[in-house]
């Protein structure tokens, strides 16, 4: 698995404020998607484009569009505040998404919804600010990769060494995309220094 770590001045503005204790819920959603838009440009990078003819008001010229769009996968929740500015940035992207939520004591991932398509070797971007134990991430992926999907890039907001690990043995994740790499996960499977809990921090403790 490719690891890109966007290293960017206002990229890490952003994340020391969406780290902190006291920021609000409603600045922390902006803040998630501010953050989400940068990355999502990043993760476009390789995507290929094709030539287009295009007109201006001065004579004509090639252009570029992209030769497919990616599936975008956030999942939920959390993954649910990353998707408007992952559409902002790429609107013509179809979405599927995948309910998912860890058993907070076996850190076991419950799948409560999928409507991801049949795929024929389409790109996927799969959206979740949280990269912990990878429980998550991996059914996640398993579950795209089932229906057919070409290369796997997972963009999260935070990551931890233990989850980028167990991705990387298991090969379904071709490329991770993350704002920071932090130190560990605690004992009950939160990342250090991390943030807390990015579902409550967007929607509540629900
Ligand atoms: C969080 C987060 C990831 C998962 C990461 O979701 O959004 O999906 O934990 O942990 P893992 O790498 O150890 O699997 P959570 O299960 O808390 O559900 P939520 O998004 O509904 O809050
Ligand atoms: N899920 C979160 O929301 N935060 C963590 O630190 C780990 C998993």
Known sequence: MQVEVLDHPIVASQLSELRALD???PRFRTLVSDITRALVFHAARPL???EIPVTTPMGTTVGVSLASQPLLVPILRAG???LPSAL?????SP???VGLRRNEETLTPVVYMNTIPQLNGEPVFLLDPMLATGGSAQVAADIIQTAGAGPITLVSLLAAPEGIAALAQSGTVTRLVTAAIDDHLNDVGYIVPGLGDAGDRQFGDQ
């Open 88 to 92: 902002d940035v790429l609107p013509e």
């Open 80 to 82: 649910l505040g990353m």
């Open 95 to 97: 979405t599927g998404f």
């Open 48 to 50: 290929p484009t094709r």
């Open 23 to 25: 920021t609000p819920n």
